[in-house]
C-alpha cells in the first residue's frame, strides 16, 4: 500500500465489533434509537428544527434557526469540549449533526442538551439600577 491506515480507526472498529458481538445487533440499533429519541425530546424548545421528518437513529441534523452553525460548533468546541460534524457547502452556516453512535449514555444527552441551550437561547439582559 503506499499509504499507512488509520491504525486508531481500525482498532475502534475491532473494539465495537467485539461490542455487538457480545450483545446482538438489533440490541445495539435500538440503544441507538433511543439516545436519538431521548436526545431530540431533551431539546425541544430550543430555536433548532430537527431535519429531515423522517429521523436516522445515528445522527440529528439540526437546523440553527436564526445562528450561524459555524459558531454553534466552534462554541461546543470551545465552551465545552464537544465535537460535533459541521456541514459544508451550502449549508454550512445553517446545519449540524449530532452523533448517536458509539459509548454514550444519558450523562452525555444531558451534558450537550444543557450545552447547546446554553448556547442557542438568548442571554438575559442585566439592569443596572
Known sequence: LPYTPAIGLLLQL?????????????EVISQH???????RR????LPLSIL??????AMTALLCDDMDAQQVV??????????VAPSGG???HKLIRISHMGDQNSSDI????????EIVLPKPV???I
Not at 429531515?52 to 437513529?57: F, G, H, T
Open 14 to 26: 475491532h473494539q465495537r465489533l467485539l461490542d455487538i458481538e457480545q450483545s446482538s445487533l438489533s
Open 33 to 39: 434509537h433511543q439516545r436519538a429519541v431521548d436526545f
Open 42 to 45: 431533551s431539546i425541544i424548545g
Open 52 to 57: 429531515p421528518d423522517r429521523q436516522s437513529n
Open 74 to 83: 466552534r462554541d461546543l468546541r470551545t465552551r465545552h469540549s464537544i465535537e
Open 90 to 92: 451550502a449549508l454550512q
Open 110 to 117: 444531558d451534558f450537550i442538551a444543557a450545552s447547546l441551550a
Open 126 to 128: 442585566e439592569r443596572i
